[in-house]
């Protein structure tokens, strides 16, 4: 039977409950999310004792289904003021579904102190932790190796988690035990330093296993799936991913005039042959030692898009460089020296913060004159100041809409009070709409319209035309939900949409799993169910069609070089979840 | 007849146009309110180009009626995201409405440089100013009278509106030309900065007068206001505000247990007698000189509630020594040294900012550890930082919610971001549902059933009662909307609540300005229809029910001595306007 965790930080105790039937088909982002809605007030405060931290792995995590390694966790957002869902692939979500957790509720504050959990076969733990405050969560890490064992899967906040930074993020063990994985976006690093939570440790030593009601479906499905995933070109063994992992759109977007530079003010970058794919795939390939170019997150991971950065005398320097950091740390700050990219992305895996947040946060603070655009050492010795906490580093850590407050910015490209990710919304309009309508804020993972209009994934359109535009983003947000409900990586997608028995055999695990009957065309219902609760929690926090905007500089300015300006309609914006 | 000169700050062109009919009988705050509907975008960046910067007279101002010279500024805010009014005592007043300028609109903003306006008999005329950039409040008021005499009115911002802050307000000349009449609240300061607009001079040189329309029935009111002005106890000669101005408040809300006090932690403050009224007429009699306890802000009042603080040498330290200063950098800091508090003020006044979004940001600052309480030394050091736009400058000089949202502070006193002022919304409950629903934000000003709950003024009821207090606070907002409009000073309304032929003599000299029939029954209904203008606009920029609260710290800490709790409920709150 799946259980539930509900660990009051006010006392430490630890409360086992059995799932409530309400509850009882969700997983994931779907629990996540339906918890915040059935249990936080949306008033709180999302620092305070009534904010509670959730996690929860997806429905099919920890089972044998392919590229399903992820774990979602979810409250009330520090950065947004809305409901929040991050998720990361990592053995710890492997371990949560092995162990049969549908779920932990972190709730109330410690008077004072630091403490960590300790989640084995026998339940969960609260243990004092004042020894780990300050540390990095690599030294985190290293700590709970030592104590543990390397078989155990960490959860971490760093410092900025500590300093309640709302561009924290929370940090997960890789599959070789680096603090590397992130469920970085809307600051949920902060709620779980909020509740004196600086770390979670998962032995999955003699964990039963995932409960599949119906084997033969579910073995169906996965064979479905793994076919497909190893026939399309995105995800395929050697495919796109598997050789260049995400930042191959480095090169994709910058040709399509869509990849967002120096805050937002160009659609091109000089400098983008210097952060690609296929350079990063190069530097790694001739420096050698530890680096690799294909590397999975978490085990039983087919795609293997992850990536591990050498120094040039071939030490590790960091893993991972994902599209979206390099964007962010590099072409949206001028900046095109890999080596400064990499050693950005080391320091905000160290201090526990969201590459993207703290990207668009710095191109904000160039905007400001705080820094030059392109100048890097500028860059990282920012970013150690955030973790100094020293008061730039505070307005820093606060997100790129607070520290666009503290310099009076107009330009901040955000969205909620989220920054916006890789993905130019002038000139990929579909996924303008996605970040103007998401209830999670700016985030393309949310529903990634970037496969139809810039991939030719799921079909081709037109980037830059409006139309079918706000049917295209509801239907990704839906199918995106159901997707981080059940445990998927979301580049799973790019083979479900394109392959139809992927599709059915993805539905089809679920259906071994929970022992249900859906079909293809449950995958709508159920995702928007998920997006639905959501948008509850927002209305009742205050949030209204307002909220659901593009910044207004979008519509002033035309970005070059397509001289792209933002004509999404706000009936258009409306039209996605009704006004 | 009266016009609207409209400043295009792109070009520093000037318009005069002629008023349009339907804003024909408005003044002051309905003016500035029904023009922010009207023209400007509610999802528009408060310091971009869409912003406006709007400035009216009341209605009767400028004319002989006492106690009439405010004039109001208007826009969206920077601090609460909102409509915004603010409204200040000053002969500057007087001179617009004698100008018979119904209004001065302005807007988008320059390429670069500092501008400031010079408005006489003949127009409105842009003239660079990059020479007054970086000077105090009190410089500029300086080099304006050397330019253009002594006898000029002048309107600025310091150094921090000129920086964008979002606790910078607008500063006007007082009777002898000191800048020291603020329209403090919600960071309008920032908005004349954001326009490239340092100062506004004022030449009464010529002006027509007031035109009115019917001078028997205005003459007839002006006497019973008059009259009814010279008789209250609140407002009279030798009265409490002529005798100890404002600041007698401060032992009087401390005994009823409602002074807010380090941080809204309790309702008292034991250092209280030294920074009462009582205390503050002893010292500034005992140390005389340009000290003077009794001082008015503007020629024609009658109740000159307004002092001059003067050093121990008996030179002249600051204007004024208001309660709500008085008590923000005082009680709220734990800081009970009088000189303390007084250069506090000085530096505030000459930096452009408001002081109650100043003390109730540092008394946050305090919270989180930046400085202790009841280190006056440290909060002056601290408000020299907002001078310099230092990092801490910055986070500070955007106020106590964005101070709160810094350091993870989650007492943070304030409703639609605007801090809180020095009426504990636990103990006086109507004043905290004025606090959660005005549309103005935490304002005391807009809807003071202060009167009723402590002073006794317009009936006596207990404060801690929540009956009743959803119906005060409407009336109080209505009520107060109307003298906001029509250029009265709030005080007047001690004496209008309790004589009714004051009241009846109010509405004689509107009725005597505008030629209108009006009676007292129409001062609600007029009210109304400005707060509805406001309550639209805040609507479509995105504010719902969820923002009409007060902060979840006060439901769940009481406040000693009194041990009181908010125990408002929402559907109170949400009864004031309808749901």
């Known amino acids: 039977m799946a259980k539930i965790f509900r660990v009051n930080m006010a006392d430490q105790s630890v409360a086992e409950e059995a799932v409530p039937s309400k509850w009882e088909l969700l997983g994931g982002r779907g629990f996540t999310s339906r918890v915040i809605m059935d249990e936080i007030t949306p008033g709180c405060h999302p ?5 509670k931290f959730i996690m929860a792995p997806g429905i099919v995590t920890g089972s044998a289904a ?4 992820r774990v979602s966790i979810g409250g009330k957002s520090p950065l947004t003021g809305g409901t929040k869902e991050s998720n990361a692939g990592t053995p710890v979500s492997q371990m949560l579904g092995r162990l049969r957790i549908k779920g932990i509720i972190v709730e109330n504050q410690p008077e004072s102190g630091w403490w960590m959990l300790k989640i084995d076969k026998d339940g969960v733990e609260t243990l004092p932790a004042d020894d780990l405050q300050g540390r990095s969560t690599t030294e985190t890490n290293q700590a709970m190796f030592e104590r543990y064992g390397d078989q155990v899967g960490v959860v971490s906040i760093g410092t900025t988690g500590e300093n309640t930074m709302a561009m924290a993020g929370v940090c997960f063990s890789d599959a070789e035990g680096r603090a590397s994985r992130y469920a970085g976006r809307g600051g949920l690093g902060a709620v779980m330093g909020s509740k004196g939570l600086k770390a979670i440790v998962v032995d999955q030593t003699g964990a039963p296993g995932v409960e599949v009601k119906n084997r033969e479906v579910f073995r169906a499905g996965e064979r479905k799936m793994l076919s497909a995933l190893q026939t399309h070109d995105v995800t395929k063994p050697g495919g796109t991913l598997n050789t260049f992992g995400t930042n191959a759109l480095i090169n994709v977007m910058n040709e399509a005039g869509g ?7 160009s659609g091109s970058f000089d400098g983008a ?63 095109d020296d890999m080596d400064d990219v990499a050693e950005m992305i080391r320091i905000c895996n160290d201090i526990g913060v969201d590459t993207i947040e703290a990207g668009v946060t710095l191109g904000v603070a ?26 730039t580093g505070r307005i820093l850590g606060n997100g790129a809409t607070f520290t666009g407050k503290a310099y009076g910015v107009t330009r901040v490209p955000a969205v909620k009070g989220q920054g916006m990710p890789a993905y130019e919304p002038r000139v990929v309009k579909g996924l303008g709409v996605t970040y103007a309508t998401s209830p999670q804020g700016a985030d393309h993972t949310a529903g990634y319209t970037n496969a139809q209009e810039i991939l030719g994934v799921g079909g081709k359109l037109d980037p830059t035309a409006v139309e079918g535009k706000g049917d295209l983003s509801r239907t990704m947000q839906a199918a995106t939900a159901f997707i981080d409900a059940h445990g998927y990586c979301l580049f799973t997608a790019f083979a479900m949409l394109d392959i139809a028995s992927g599709m059915e055999g993805m539905v089809e695990t679920v259906n ?68």
């Not at 620092?47 to 904010?51: A, I, S």
């Not at 160039?366 to 008061?391: C, R, W």
């Not at 998920?530 to 909220?547: P, V, W, Y």
């Open 47 to 51: 620092l305070g004792p009534n904010n």
């Open 366 to 391: 160039m905007e400001a004159g705080v820094a030059q655009f392109g100048d890097g050492k500028a860059a990282i010795s920012l970013l150690n100041e955030v973790d100094q906490a020293t008061p």
């Open 512 to 579: 071994g799993v929970l022992g249900t009957n859906w079909t293809v065309d449950d995958v709508g219902r159920v995702g928007m169910e998920i997006l639905e609760s959501e948008r509850e929690f927002n209305a009742q926090a205050g949030f209204t069609k307002a909220d659901d905007r593009l910044p207004e500089f979008m519509s002033n300015e035309t970005l070059p070089p397509l001289n792209e300006i933002n004509n999404i309609p706000d009936t258009v914006m409306d039209s996605v979840f009704g006004s």
């Open 66 to 69: 392919a590229t399903s390694g």
């Open 259 to 265: 990849l967002p530079t120096r805050n937002f003010r």
């Open 273 to 335: 042959d210097n952060i690609s794919g296929e350079t990063l795939a190069d530097i790694i390939r001739e420096r050698g030692g530890m680096g690799k170019s294909t590397h999975s997150c978490s085990p039983g991971c087919v795609i293997e898009c992850s990536n591990i950065y050498a120094k040039s005398d071939g030490s590790e320097h960091v893993s991972v460089m994902e599209y979206e950091s390099v964007w962010a740390l590099g072409a949206n700050l001028g900046v």
